[in-house]
Nanobody
Framework: QVQLVESGGGLVQAGGSLRLSCVAS????????MDWYRQAPGKQRELVAG???????NYADSVKGRFTISRDNAKNTVYLQMNSLKPEDTAVYYC?????????WGQGTQVTVSS
């Protein structure tokens, strides 16, 4: 198992930036995928971005060109750099680790973008 703790959320104006961090309780180099999901009020949780331990990334169409996911295995940390934020990016953002048949989720961090 691995525990995940997200941080970096907050209130920002439209057009602004935030960087989310997800710190894992153990080395993540063997964890295949580290992902960021989000869930807005009344909506289903959706995948925002993911990165494999080989560095392959994928993004939701809605965030391509604005968000960047990265991972620092030495620090057991995954980041989500969010630029040009829009009000529709408002949500609770969750970190997820997936390996084999297992996964773990963090508790989430709130991101609110004002217009």
């Amino acid at each position: 198992q691995v525990q995940l703790v997200e941080s970096g959320g907050g209130l920002v104006q439209a057009g602004g930036s935030l960087r989310l961090s997800c710190v894992a309780s153990r080395n993540i180099s063997s964890i295949y995928a580290m992902d960021w999901y989000r869930q807005a009020p009344g909506k289903q949780r959706e995948l925002v971005a993911g990165i494999t331990n080989g560095g392959i990334t994928n993004y939701a169409d809605s965030v391509k060109g604005r968000f960047t996911i990265s991972r620092d295995n030495a620090k057991n940390t995954v980041y989500l750099q969010m630029n040009s934020l829009k009000p529709e990016d408002t949500a609770v953002y969750y970190c997820r680790a997936a390996w084999g048949l297992f996964d773990s989720w963090g508790q989430g961090t709130q991101v609110t973008v004002s217009s």
